[in-house]
């Protein structure tokens, strides 16, 4: 199936650093969403997006859904162990939140003291 | 936000027989409700869609034969592994959605067939 092309793949980070991650398509999403899922758990909304060039914050956590709607950033701030997990994009392609979600393919953070 | 159960959390079972998962969503009524697949290290992948009172809708390389899916309420789907075998061993999460609000991930079932 279709899948978005997430980057970076992997951070090793220490903590207090910034992250940032990005998620790209080749076509248009309507929705933008950001997951965090540690191990063995389900995926964990942090943020979801629903208009072009929407910028939100959820504490440290901000995102942006891109103007060409085409891709979508999450951005962590002074980050702090219990960020570790692997972060997911996905998107609505078809308007409706209950149209099916397409992922990206992940990044997985490490943070060191 | 929404919460949505998973049951069993972990599963293991003999090669060849059937397993069944559950999935409700326990306060509010999901129209829709997916099921995925999570293989290690790897992403999301979407297996079908299922709509309360109709036939699931399966991704493309998903049989629908092996995966069967019901959803006979707003709050309840149950997906059923048949004549399961190894290379079916694999996380399986659903999710649960309602037209004016967005998905919600149950916590997933651990399937190990050996």
């Known amino acids: 199936g279709q899948q978005l092309n997430q980057s970076p793949q992997s951070m090793f980070i220490q903590e207090g650093e910034d992250v940032s991650m990005n998620c790209t398509s080749s076509?248009?999403?309507?929705?933008w969403l950001w997951y965090k899922q540690e191990p063995g758990e389900g995926p964990v909304l942090l943020i979801a997006?629903?208009?072009?060039?929407e910028l939100t914050s959820n504490g440290r956590l901000t995102a942006q859904f891109g103007i060409t709607r085409k891709d979508s950033f999450l951005n962590i701030s002074a980050s702090i162990p219990s960020d570790v997990g692997i972060y997911f994009c996905?998107?609505?392609?078809?308007?409706?939140?209950?149209?099916?979600?397409?992922f990206g393919t992940g990044t997985r953070l490490q943070v060191t003291l | 936000g929404a919460v949505v159960s998973q049951h069993p959390s972990r599963v293991i079972c003999k090669s060849g027989t059937s397993v069944k998962i559950e999935c409700r969503s326990l306060d509010f009524q999901a129209t829709t409700m997916f099921w995925y697949r999570q293989f290690p290290k790897q992403s999301l992948m979407l297996m079908a869609t299922?709509?309360?009172?109709?036939?699931?809708?399966?991704e493309q390389g998903v049989e629908k034969d092996k995966f069967l899916i019901n959803h006979a309420s707003l709050t309840l789907s149950t997906l059923t592994v048949t004549s399961a075998h190894p290379e079916d061993s694999s996380f399986y999460i659903c999710?649960?959605?309602?037209?004016?609000?967005?998905?919600?991930f149950g916590p997933g079932t651990r399937l190990t067939v050996l």
């Open positions: 997006l629903y208009k072009a060039g």
């Open positions: 076509s248009i999403f309507n929705t």
């Open positions: 999710s649960a959605g309602s037209s004016t609000d967005t998905q919600y």
């Open positions: 996905a998107g609505h392609a078809r308007p409706g939140t209950a149209s099916k979600l397409t």
């Open positions: 299922s709509n309360e009172g109709s036939k699931a809708t399966y």
